[in-house]
C-alpha cells in the first residue's frame, strides 16, 4: 500500500462579503430600500426646480395675468414681441452687456491684481485680504443705501470731495445722468464683490508649484515675464471660473439695481432681471415668463461663449 | 460592462422622465386653466359675490388681515385688541408683506384663499386686476358704506360701480410746503396761475432757499410731482386713461404744455436733481432749506420725525390762468379695504371692516399714522391732520397718474417728465415716451 503524500492545503479562510464586482449584480437591486433614499431629494427638486421651470415655460405660450383663473395660449407671440416690438427689453439687454462688460473687465483684472499682491499669507496680506473681502459680506440693500448716498449729487461723499479740493467741474448727476448711470451701478457692484473673486484667484495662485518662478528667475525671467508666462496660464481655471460666475452675477444684479435705483428703476437703470420683475409686477405673468426664458438662454449662451474662450485661449484650462 | 452603463442610462433617464411627468402633473394642477387661441377672452374673472348685510352679532372665528404696511402694524394691533375686546370669540391676525412683494408673492396668497380674508389692494392697476380675478366680493349691501365720503371712495369701484373695496386711506400726492418760509418770502397766500407760481419760486430762490425739493432721481416719488402737473391741462379728467387706451397722445398740446412748464420749473429744482432721491430732500426741506417738497402729504410725518418744527402747508402749481383752473389740488384714496371671496370667515372679515369704518376707530388709525382717511366725521387730533383737514372740502383731483393700469406706459409718460429737466427737448421727451406706449398698448 503506498501513501501519497499531498501538499496540505491552507486552512480555508473564512469568506467576508465582497463589494459587487462591475457587472455583477446591481445593489440597488438588491436593496431596493436604498430606492427611499434619493426620495426627500428628489422632492425637493422637483418641488422648487422642475416644477417652476414647467410652469415658466407653460406661461410663457400663454396671455396670463397673474390672477385669472384662465390664460390664453398665444402660441409664440410673446417670444415674437420680445425680439421684435419691445424697445424696453432691448434697452434692458443693452444696459445689462454695458453693466457686464464693466463689470467682467474690472472685477476681474481688480481681484487678479489683488490677488497677485496678497496671496503670501503674511499677516499683512491675511489682514489686507479682510478689508478687501468685507464688502462681500454685506447685503446688497445696505451697499445700495451705502452707495446712494455716495452718489446723491448734492449731498453725496464724491462731489462734496470734489468741491472741496475745487474740481468741482467734475461733478456729475451720477445715477442721474442716463448716460452715465448703468456705469456707475457697474462700479459699485465691482467694489462689491472684488474681494469675493479675489479669494479665488489667490486659491488659484497658492497652487502654482514655486519651483517654477525659482526657474524662471534662473532664466532671467523678469517679474512681468514670470507674471505673463507663467501666472497667467496657470490661473486660467481660476480665471474662467470669475469671468463665469462674475457674468450670472452681472445678469442677476436685480437687488443692487432695486436699491439704487428705485423700484421701478428708470429706464437708464433698467436691466434684464429688474425688466422681468416689472413685467411680473405689471400682471403679465406670461410675457414676463417668456423674458425668464430668454434671459436664462443667454446666460447659458454667455457663458458657454465664454468657456469655449478660454479654453481656447489655453486648452489646459 | 457596456451594457451595464447602457441598463443606467436607461434608468436614469426613465428617472429623469417620471420627474419630468410628475412635474408636468403638478403643475398643470397649480396653474391657470390654458385656453386655446380665439377661444374667448381669458381675463373675465369670475362673477362677483355680493356680501349679504352685516349681522348685528358678534364676530366669529379667525380673520387673517394682509396688508403691506409694517409702519402701520402698531396701530393694527391696538385696533386689534379693541375689535377682540368687543368680540371675544374673534381673532385678527395682520399678514403683512413688504409692498415690493404684494403683487409678486402675497396676492397668489390672497388668491389661494391662505392668507388675507380681509385684504387691501392699491388704486389702479392692482386693484383692477384683483377685482377682474373676481377676489373682491361686493360690499354694497353693507351699511357701513354710507359712513364714507362717496366722492372718495370711487376708486373701490368696479367699472359696473359696485362698490367692491373701500379706499381707507386719503393722501394728498401734491408738494409740501414750510409756511414759515414762504412767509419770510413775502408769500402770504397760494399762487393761483402759473405765473404766480413761478414768481413764488424766485422769491424763495432770492432768499437762498431751494425753491422745490423734487427726487428726480426716484421714480416712484418724482412721478407724483405730475398729478398736479397735469390736473389744470388734461383736456378731460381721464386724459392719461385716454393715453392709454390710445385716444390721445403724450404728444398732444396739452402735454407738450406740461413738458415745456417742466422746463420752466427745472432751475427751481435742487441742482442735479435728476439724480437725486426722495431721503436727502427730506432732510433738506426738513432743516428749512427748501421752501416745497415735491413728493406729497405722506412725508409730513417723516419731515417731522426728521426734526421739523415748522407748520407745514400742502400747495399745487396753478399750470393755467386762474380762471381756467379746475382744480386746487390732488388727492389719492387708496389702501383698498376688501373681503376675499377666496376661502372662509367671510363674516368675520366683513364685521373687521365695518369696525374699521366706525369713526372712532378711524380715528386711531387716522391719528396713529398721521393719514387722512376717507371715513366721514373722524376727530383729527393730529396737528398736521388738523391743520390740513380744509383739504378735504377744496377741489381736488383724484390722482391722475393712477390712472394707468399699465406700469410701463405710467413709467414712459413720467420718464419724460424727468428727461425734459434733465435737458431733452419736449417733443424728443414726448415722442420717446409715445413709442413705448405705442408698444405697449399692443
Redesign the interface.
Known sequence: MSTTLKPASPPEAPTLPTPEK??GR?PMAAHPALWLFPVPA?VL??TFF??P???GV??SV??????????????LDNFV?IFT????FRNALSNNIKFMLVVVVFQTIFSLVLAVFLSKNSKSSVALRSVFFFPTILSSVSVAFIW??V?????GLINSVLEAVGLGRF????????NQAIYWVALTQVWFHVGQMMIIFIAGLQQIPQELYESAETDGASRWQQFRHITLPMVAPATAIVMAYTTVQSFKAFDLI?GLG??????SLDILSTRI??G????QFGYAAAESLVFMALIAAITWIQRRAVKASNPDA | ?SD?HS?ISRRRILHGLG??G???A???C????????G?G??????AAQVLPAVKASPATGKVSFAHWRAEDKAVFDTLIATFVKANPQATVVQDISPS?DY??TA??KI?GGTIGTAFVAFRG?QFV??N??G?YAGLGAQPFVDGYYAELIKAGQATSRAQMGLPYQLVFNMPIFNEDAFESAGVSSAPTDWDGFLSLCDRLKSKGLTPIAWP??????SGQLINSMVMNNMPTDTAFADIEAGTRKVTDDWFLATLKQYQQLAPYF????????S??LQ??FASGKAGMLATGSFHIGAVRKLGAKFPVGLIAPITVSADKAKYEGIYNATFILGVNTAGSGQDAALKWLQFLSDPVNAGVYANGTSQHVTVKNVDYTNADLKHNAPWLAKKTLLAPRFQFN???IR??VE?AC??VV?GTSPDQAAEKAQ??VD??R?
Open positions: 462591475p457587472g446591481n428628489l427638486y422637483v422642475v416644477i421651470t414647467i410652469q407653460i406661461y400663454t396671455d396670463w395675468d397673474g390672477f385669472s383663473p384662465t390664460a390664453q395660449f398665444v402660441g414681441t416690438s419691445d424697445d424696453l446712494k448716498f452718489y446723491d449729487p448734492n449731498f461733478q456729475s448727476a451720477f445715477l442721474g445722468n442716463d432695486l428705485g423700484n421701478p428703476p428708470k429706464s420683475y416689472s411680473f409686477a405689471n400682471s | 460592462m451595464q441598463t420627474a419630468v410628475l412635474g408636468g403638478l403643475s398643470a397649480v396653474g391657470p386653466t390654458i385656453t386655446s387661441r377661444s377672452t381669458a381675463a373675465g374673472g369670475a415690493n403683487q409678486s396676492l397668489q388668491k392697476a386686476n384683483m377682474k380675478a377676489l428726480g432721481g426716484e421714480p416712484a416719488n435742487e441742482a442735479n436733481s435728476t439724480g437725486t432721491s431721503e436727502p432732510q433738506l399699465n406700469l410701463d413709467a414712459a420718464a424727468v428727461a434733465g413709442a413705448v408698444q405697449k399692443k
